[in-house]
């Protein structure tokens, strides 16, 4: 491992490559701790300190790496981005015309971007918008009654949305620069670098609040989740295909074969960010409704907005399981599939091409896509059932999303160092 690492560093275009990832990471991470104009630093800070993490913020904050509540110019985090390429993922299955982008190549794939940061601008000064308004009104972190604002004027609300909004298209410039001049993929190596930039502060909460015993045990949990993690996310059920041999010209072409490559969990970490927010809903509907005496806030707060009570728990089990289905059923198109290999002459043995192929792969997906969803549902109740166990939600580390964000961002990334160190001849991480 460590030769690796050397060789890695050795090579001076990735050497470059590597140390220019660096530098935009440190830069991201400064800009998440520098405070939007017009923020009270000391009264935020000690009102996180007094009521600590708000449970209906918890996702986006995690992808802020706990800026959000800090209201820092890099507030939003990655998150609008999230948000709008699942969006554009969805529509392009509803709205023919994405369709036609997305099968013209690279062109189709450069406007569909496009689109995808002009939506992400769009979300982010919604999403500013409210948190400010919250931040303003004293909503924000409840249970806290100092100010969090210098001044309720419209001049500081306007300043502060618009930084906030320029901060998440700063993030996306600095994504696209890792993409370009980087390894691996920007977006996903920052929010790699939000999620853990929070383990050195989680994991000393819990030794110093329920004891070094614990934290031993957390840890030793933590390393066994981290292991079955990486044994799901790199299973796969690999389907045979062979290619006919056939004349083109006075060249014989085909007769190759391949496979298709279905992952356990096809779907990664989507299935958990749609439960998660769909279940934030009810939970922020409640908190614009403090002061209501009505019988459905009442059962919202007994119900769901605790993470730990079972109709939660398995509400948002539920959730993961039936969004893995919806978003597997959307990205996977088996009659698509089907057709390309009739197309170019392709079939799986002992299944005929056309419908008998499209059927025996739609069989395969939903029985693969079963332990998937189990999966993605047990890896996220973690946190929630660490709170029933040791008390210890808002600061248990080894929680599902991140745990799922960490591992695969982190293969992903080593993949592609390891693929330019075998075209150098070098010895990758990987053996």
Known sequence: MLAAFANAFRTPDLRKK??????????????????????????????????????????????????????????????????????????????PRLEA???????????????????????ALLQATGIVALARSGNLLQGCQKPLLHSNGTETFLVMVVTMTAGTAVIMWLGELITERGIGNG?????????????????????????????????????????????????????????????????????????????????????????SSLLYLPAMAVQFNQNSDSKWVTWINDYLVRGSHPLYMLSFFLLIVFFTYFYVSITFNPQEVADNMKKYGGFIPGIRA????????SYV????????????????????????????????????????IMVGVALDTVKQIESQLQQRNYEGFLR
């Open 354 to 361: 056309g419908k008998p192929t499209e059927d025996y792969l």
């Open 18 to 95: 590597l140390l220019f990832v660096l530098l935009i990471i440190a830069i991201f991470r400064l800009g998440s701790q520098i405070p939007t104009p017009g923020v009270d630093v000391a009264n935020v800070q000690s009102c996180i300190k007094d009521v600590g993490n708000s449970g209906v913020y918890s996702l986006i904050n995690l992808f802020s790496g706990g800026a959000l509540l800090q209201l820092t110019i890099f507030a939003l985090g990655i998150m609008p981005y999230i948000t709008a390429s699942i969006i554009l993922q969805l529509l392009v299955v509803v709205i």
């Open 101 to 123: 982008l997305k099968k013209e190549g690279q062109s189709g794939q450069t406007k569909i971007t496009q689109y995808t940061r002009y939506l992400t601008l769009g979300l």
């Open 187 to 275: 977006m996903s190596l920052l929010i790699f670098t939000q999620v853990v930039s929070r383990f050195p502060t989680s994991l000393w909460a819990v030794g110093k609040e329920k004891g070094w015993w614990v934290f031993s045990v957390v840890i030793a949990i933590g390393l066994v989740i981290i292991a079955a993690v990486i044994f799901i996310e790199q299973a796969q059920r690999r389907i045979p295909v062979q290619y006919a041999r056939r004349m083109v010209g006075r060249k014989m072409f085909g007769g190759s074969s391949t496979y298709i490559p279905l992952k356990v969990n096809q779907a990664g970490v989507i299935p958990v960010i749609f439960a």
């Open 365 to 404: 997906l939903s029985r693969i896509t079963l332990p998937g969803a189990l999966y993605l549902g047990l890896i996220a109740l973690i946190p929630l059932i660490a709170f029933v166990f040791i008390n210890a939600n808002q600061n248990f580390p080894f929680g599902g999303t991140s745990i799922l």
